[in-house]
């Protein structure tokens, strides 16, 4: 049975911390909830 090396826990947790950094930068361009759903009314007709 394999076992998981210090070098796969630093990989997944630097993963994790990449993933909640990208989330928290990206949420701070969307301003509320209508802002998020239709993309700040800045989409086409085609694409709604």
Do not use: C, Q
């Not at 990449?18 to 700040?40: C, N, P, Q, T, Y």
């Amino acid at each position: 049975m394999a076992s998981i090396s210090n070098l796969d826990y630093f990989i997944i947790v630097f993963y994790m911390l990449g993933m909640v950094a990208i989330g928290f930068w990206f949420s701070k361009r969307h301003g509320d909830f209508e802002d998020f759903f239709l993309a700040g009314r800045s989409l086409t007709t085609p694409l709604l």
